[in-house]
Structure formats: structure tokens, C-alpha cells
């Protein structure tokens, strides 16, 4: 579970994700604007995302993460990802 607040997301920093996994990414927005949530393969290819969602709405993606390496996410709504609604977590290769 994802919260985008402000211009920041909470609850990606405890991520933990092995390669083939698939995982349902929900967001809520408990900011004050429209927010997203995109996420790009390693290779800088998008995955996929959670379109705009409004003020005190959900969103919800199901993502496969097939290759191991580290993802970026951002908000891709007007300059949200300038002003800090970006990161990255890792994915690990699987045993």
C-alpha cells in the first residue's frame, strides 16, 4: 500500500519484491491534488501505472516484476516528480 501525500509517497520504502512476483500496487491519495503512480523497469521502459487519482481516492495496479535490478517510480502529473514525488526500490533476483 501506497500513500501519496502532498508531494511525497509513503510505504514503498519497506518494499521487498524477488523477480517474478507479482504485486498489486494500491495508492491512496491523501494529499490535496491529483496524484499517479507510474513505475519503470529497470531498463527505463514504463511498467506500468496507477492513473490519476483523485483527492480521497484509491488506485490500484497489479505489476509483474520479472527482472531483478532496481525500479523507478514517480508521479508524472505537471512537476509533482521535480518537487520530490519520485524513488526507487529494488527487486531481487530470485533463488
Known amino acids: 500500500e501506497v500513500e501519496a501525500v502532498d508531494f511525497s509517497y509513503t510505504g ?3 518494499l521487498e519484491v524477488t523477480a517474478g512476483e507479482t504485486v498489486a500496487f494500491t495508492m491512496r491519495n491523501a494529499g490535496t491534488v491529483e ?3 507510474e ?5 527505463g521502459e514504463v511498467l506500468g501505472e496507477i492513473g490519476p487519482t483523485a483527492v480521497g481516492a484509491d488506485g490500484t ?3 509483474t516484476l520479472d527482472e531483478p535490478g532496481t525500479y523507478r517510480y514517480v508521479c508524472g502529473i505537471d512537476d509533482h516528480e ?4 519520485a524513488g526507487t526500490f529494488t527487486v531481487s533476483p530470485a533463488d
Open 12 to 14: 514503498l520504502d519497506a
Open 35 to 37: 496524484h499517479e503512480l
Open 39 to 43: 513505475v519503470f523497469e529497470p531498463d
Open 61 to 63: 495496479v497489479l505489476l
Open 82 to 85: 521535480a518537487q520530490g514525488m
